[in-house]
């Protein structure tokens, strides 16, 4: 007889016979509570001991205060530009960063620069610039910079045309740590105001955003200003899309441009490069050398190994492409037939090769004896009735049987 009994788990009742029905010796026991709090604590521990997560933001040995910001911006995980440009940045390399548009480049500078100059400290003057192609685009970077930047105290001031002259010159006489600005107006301002290039000024990090940018005068600005007529930095760098990183102040930070490795990126242009900067190499794939190639890294690019960032370049082709793969079959299963056809149509009419065949055939030495093909042939000697019988009975006098078996 079929009567309800209290399920242990959800709640809910189910039906069950009177011998299915679970006793109190056979219900399973529960885990004592102590056992699940230790192991609670014991996945914390495992947590807190974690090693971070390699290519992750946390591995790039963040401070609270940048960290939190870039996760307050929602970002998780680095795209692939800002994994491989940030760890250089940090390290205060020259960077020049080439990606397609929304990949990620701005905050690919922004937050190892934030990180670079962590704290306010207006005794130091401006210590970041980034000029940007555009208005938009500098207050684009403006409001990035806030949203990265929000747990740090450091003071960003924005210069752009358009803005009333009067409140940029007070942005600058409030000694921001970072100044975003397009290059018209702050080489108009340099140029208006001689001591602003005596202001104190211990440049960290220079940004030139989209720099390739042609339409926006990027290119002429720099070309005819050399960035604050060599007095401050002096950039020489006209075939870059984003140039970022530790600038040192003076001549000292020519960033070389490399004519080959901008064609390359102009014809491919979803692929990411990055460079080092004068004492380094470019690298497709955007892996930065310092001092430049060793010999086998040059032999090594040159076979075209090692280009981590084109995707599956180390999986052989077919498995790349199926469809390839699936027509190579189909041509090898192909040729194995014809190749099967022709053996079989020789072994009817004896070729040319047949000329050197022992007399009697391999059949004779019985090594074949039992082979398939022996089923088939005709006794001794009941061939085609012209050969004496030592050779292929199945010839039929069909063709000129050679060799020596029909001789
Ligand atoms: N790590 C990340 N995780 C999630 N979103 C991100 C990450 N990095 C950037 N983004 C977002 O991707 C979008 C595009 O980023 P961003 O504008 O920096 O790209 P960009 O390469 O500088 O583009 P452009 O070349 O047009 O200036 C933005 O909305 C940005 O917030």
């Known amino acids: 007889m079929a009567r309800l009994t209290p399920s242990t788990s959800g709640g809910k009742s189910k039906p069950s016979t009177d011998s299915a029905a679970p006793t109190a010796e056979h219900r399973p026991r529960r885990r004592p509570q102590m056992k699940s709090k230790a192991a609670g604590k014991k996945k914390a521990a495992q947590a807190a001991h974690k090693k971070p997560k390699s290519g992750g933001f946390e591995s790039l040995g963040l401070c609270e205060e940048v960290y939190r910001g870039v996760r307050h911006k929602g970002y998780r995980v680095p795209t692939p530009i800002q994994r ?19 990949s990620g480049k701005t905050a690919a500078f922004l937050v190892p620069m934030l990180q670079r100059l962590r704290r306010r400290d207006p005794g130091a003057g401006i210590r970041a610039l980034i000029l940007s192609p555009t208005r938009d685009l ?9 949203q990265l930047g929000k747990f740090t105290d450091l003071k960003t001031g924005l210069i752009v045309g358009g803005g009333s002259m009067d409140s940029q010159f007070e942005v ?13 107006r702050f080489v108009h301002i340099l ?109 090594h690019a ?67 004896e039992n082979s398939k093909f022996q089923k088939n042939r ?23 049987p050679k060799g020596k078996g029909t001789r």
């Open 84 to 102: 491989k440009a940030m760890p250089l940045i940090l390290a205060g390399l020259d960077v020049a960063a080439m990606a397609r548009t929304g």
């Open 172 to 184: 600058l006489a409030d000694n921001p740590d970072i100044i975003i600005a397009t290059p018209g």
């Open 302 to 368: 040159a076979a075209g190994r090692g280009r981590r960032s084109i995707p599956n370049a180390n999986v052989p082709s077919e498995i790349r492409n199926p469809q390839q793969m699936q027509k190579g079959r189909q041509q090898k299963a192909m040729q194995n037939m014809r190749m099967k056809e022709k053996s079989a149509k020789d072994s009817k009419f004896p070729n040319k090769f047949q000329k050197n065949r022992r007399p009697g055939g391999s059949a004779r030495d019985g090594k074949f």
């Open 378 to 400: 005709r006794p001794e000697g009941k061939g085609s009735g012209k050969g004496n019988g030592k050779g292929f009975g199945k010839a039929k006098g069909k063709g000129k």
């Open 191 to 299: 140029d208006m105001v001689d001591d602003l290039l005596m202001m104190p000024c211990r440049l960290d990090a220079a940004v030139l955003d989209l720099v390739d940018d042609e339409t926006s005068g990027m290119q002429a600005q720099k070309t005819r200003y050399h960035w604050m007529k060599n007095k401050f930095v002096k950039l020489n760098n006209g075939d870059r899309v984003t140039a970022s990183g530790k600038i040192k102040t003076e001549t000292s930070a020519k960033l070389k441009a490399s004519k080959d490795i901008y064609k390359k990126w102009q014809q491919k242009s979803h692929r990411a490069i990055s460079s080092g900067g004068k004492d380094g190499n470019f690298e497709e794939g955007g892996t930065y050398m310092p001092g430049g190639y060793q010999r086998g890294d040059r032999r």
């Open 138 to 146: 500098a207050t684009q970077t403006l409001k990035f910079t806030h």
